[in-house]
């Protein structure tokens, strides 16, 4: 595996659209149960048995990730009138060990005024009101397919990809390397959940907060959400894609180790497990480009739209964990507009 394979994988961290847009999630108390197995082994946990001075400098590399720790925060006014806000960095898994919520995130969550999501158009239908505009962005023109723009030997790698997950290549060749790169990342186990329903973390929040009658707000449109991806330059999307495909042989590997990066609270260590469990093949360029898109651009958006309903207080925020740390993070944008932000899982 490359460290291409990171920003296909960063997708199950902040992107909450195209697979989990099967339809709403039915209203429930409790995660439900997968409808299959997830195996997979820890990465790190054989990393940290196998190779402890590589084990070592992945703790030293990811302890430099700005805001590196943590997926539950309070986000608190200078003024100390206004009533505090939380957000919550989600990962867009079905699997029931990340639907494990602890009474003080439920007790934020049942007091919020407003819940915000990233879209509500994604998790409430196939396309919500995006209509033909958003289909045009996930598929190639027409009379094209992945056979046109592919070359040939990753075209075979991906139909063993695909078939993998128990899915033929002709019924995704008309869609854009980048959408279904997004669809690569998902193990088996993950695929059938979607498939079934199951509702990923962000679902689980959206539903919830209907359950309670709390208002349900949107932080950008699943059009939006489309156009930051699709903006991505074909050669990129395909340098990704190639590393999507790559990654199947160990997909449930990926998925035990990125829960438990998650449990933890971890998020600054997914780079840096991209970086040295990967490896060193990095295509820079496509990888910096792809990742502005994915995260970059769409932190300053969501920052943007929050702004007015932190100013009211009591809002709760639930976007991909990938969207919390770093300089250009959510955490590091809302302190430099005002906010006091503090960990609190």
Request: proline share 7%.
């Amino acid at each position: 595996m490359t460290f291409r394979l990171l920003p296909a994988l960063a997708g199950l961290f902040c992107l909450a659209a195209g697979l989990a847009a099967g339809g709403p999630a039915p209203a429930r108390a409790e995660a439900p149960a997968m409808p299959m197995p997830c195996g997979g082994s820890d990465l790190l946990a054989a990393m940290k048995t196998d190779d402890p001075a590589a084990y070592r400098a992945l703790l030293r590399e990811a302890a430099t990730m700005k805001n590196g720790k943590g997926v539950f925060w309070r986000i608190e006014a200078k003024d100390g009138d206004t009533p505090p806000s939380f957000l919550l960095g989600t990962i867009h898994f079905a699997d029931p060990r990340v639907h494990d919520f602890s009474p003080g995130l439920l007790a934020a969550l049942g007091k919020a005024r407003t819940v915000a999501v990233e879209s509500v158009e994604a998790l409430e239908g196939p396309m919500g009101d995006a209509g033909p505009e958003a289909a045009r962005m996930i598929e190639l023109p027409e009379g094209q397919t992945l056979k046109d723009v592919l070359p040939p030997e990753l075209t075979a790698e991906l139909r063993l990809a695909l078939g993998s997950r128990l899915m033929a290549f002709e019924a995704v060749e008309r869609m854009k390397p980048w959408m279904l790169m997004q669809l690569l990342s998902y193990p088996p186990c993950e695929i059938a959940a979607l498939i079934m329903k199951r509702p990923i973390v962000d679902q689980d929040v959206a539903e919830r907060a209907k359950a309670a009658g709390t208002p349900l707000i949107g932080l950008e449109s699943l059009k939006e959400q489309f156009a930051s991806l699709d903006s991505v330059p074909m050669d990129a999307q395909i340098e990704m894609l190639r590393g999507s495909a790559a990654m199947t042989e160990k997909i449930g590997d990926i998925h035990a180790t990125f829960i438990e990066l998650y449990r933890r609270g971890d998020i600054g260590m997914v780079e840096a497990v991209g970086r040295t469990v990967m490896g060193d093949d990095i295509d820079m360029d496509a990888y910096r480009v792809f990742m502005d898109k994915l995260v970059d651009e769409r932190n300053r958006r969501m920052r943007d739209r929050a702004l007015p309903e932190l100013e009211k207080g009591g809002l709760f925020i639930a976007v991909g964990a990938l969207h919390l740390p770093g300089e250009n993070g959510l955490i590091t944008l809302l302190r430099e507009a005002g906010y006091t932000v503090t960990r609190i899982e």
